[in-house]
C-alpha cells in the first residue's frame, strides 16, 4: 500500500515570527487521519523569521531531530549543550525523563528553514542526550547515507528507536534504487526540490507512506533545483 501526503494538503500554521506546515497531527493542528505513521509522529517544515524562535519548553520521552535547509539554527538545553546547526547538518535529542530546551534563529538578518522531526523512542525515561553532526552533501550525490540509526552505523547519529534516517541528493535525470523490505514500513519526504518515484512525481514538501511493500523502486531527480530526499525506514 502506498498513501501520498501532498505539501498542500499539510496543516499551515502562523504565528508572525514562525511559519509551519504540518505533515502530521501537531499542536493546534488536528487531523485524525494524520496522527503519524508508526513510531515517525512529527515532521514540521518551520520557517522562523530572524530573532524570532522558540523559548525555553520541556519534552519527554521523544527523539527530536533537527534538519537545516537553509539559515542557521541555535539550540541550548538545560543537560548545558548548545550549537548552531547548519545546512547539512542533522541534531539530535533525546528528551529521554524530560529536557528544557530552546530553538531560535542564529540570524539577525536571514530566515532559517529547517525541518522538525520526532519519533517515538523504543525505551522510556532514559537520560536526555544530545548530538549534532555534519554530512557532506557530496557523499549523498547519488547515493543513499545514513544519517541516523540504532547503533550509530556509516557515522550517523545514534537513535533510541529500531529506525533509520536515510538521505540522497540528486540532480534532474539521476537516479537511485529504493529497496523496500515488506516488514518494514518506510516514509518517503522531499525536502527540496522535485523527485519521481516510479512515474510519481513529487514537489518538495511532497511524501508517500510505503506499507507491506517490498521489491526494488527507482527513485529520480526532476527539475533545476537539487533534490534533497529523506527515507524513514521504520518497524512494521
Not at 541534531?91 to 525541518?115: C, D, K, R, T, Y
Not at 507491506?212 to 523502486?217: I, K, S, V
Amino acid at each position: 500500500m502506498i498513501v501520498q501526503r501532498a505539501s498542500s494538503a499539510r496543516g499551515d500554521v502562523s504565528a508572525g515570527w514562525l511559519k509551519s506546515q504540518h505533515t502530521f497531527s501537531f499542536g493546534h493542528y488536528y487531523d485524525p487521519e494524520w496522527m503519524g505513521f508508526g513510531p515517525l509522529r512529527v515532521i514540521n517544515e518551520d520557517r522562523v523569521a530572524p530573532r524570532g524562535g522558540f523559548p525555553p519548553h520541556r519534552h519527554a520521552n521523544m527523539e527530536i531531530l533537527s534538519y537545516v535547509l537553509s539559515g542557521a539554527l541555535a539550540h541550548r538545553d538545560d543537560t548545558g549543550s548548545e550549537g548552531v546547526l547548519r545546512p547539512g547538518e542533522l541534531q539530535w535529542m533525546s528528551a529521554g525523563h524530560g529536557i528544557e530546551h530552546s530553538e531560535f534563529n542564529a540570524s539577525e538578518s536571514e530566515p532559517v528553514h529547517f525541518l522538525q522531526i520526532w519519533i517515538q523512542p523504543d525505551r522510556l525515561n532514559a537520560a536526555p542526550g544530545y548530538e549534532q553532526r555534519a554530512f557532506d552533501p557530496e557523499a549523498r550525490r547519488g547515493r543513499w547515507a545514513t544519517l541516523a540509526s540504532p547503533d550509530g552505523a556509516d557515522g550517523s547519529l545514534a537513535i533510541r528507536q529500531q529506525a533509520f534516517l536515510r538521505g540522497v541528493r540528486l540532480g534532474d535525470g539521476e537516479s537511485v534504487d529504493l529497496v523496500l523490505d515488506p516488514a518494514r514500513r518506510y516514509w518517503l519526504h522531499v525536502a527540496q526540490g522535485g523527485a519521481v518515484l516510479d512515474g510519481r512525481a513529487l514537489s518538495a514538501g511532497d511524501a508517500l507512506g510505503l506499507v507491506d511493500e517490498g521489491g526494488t523502486r527507482s527513485l529520480s531527480g526532476r527539475g533545476a533545483e537539487i533534490a534533497d530526499v529523506l527515507l524513514f525506514d521504520l518497524p512494521a
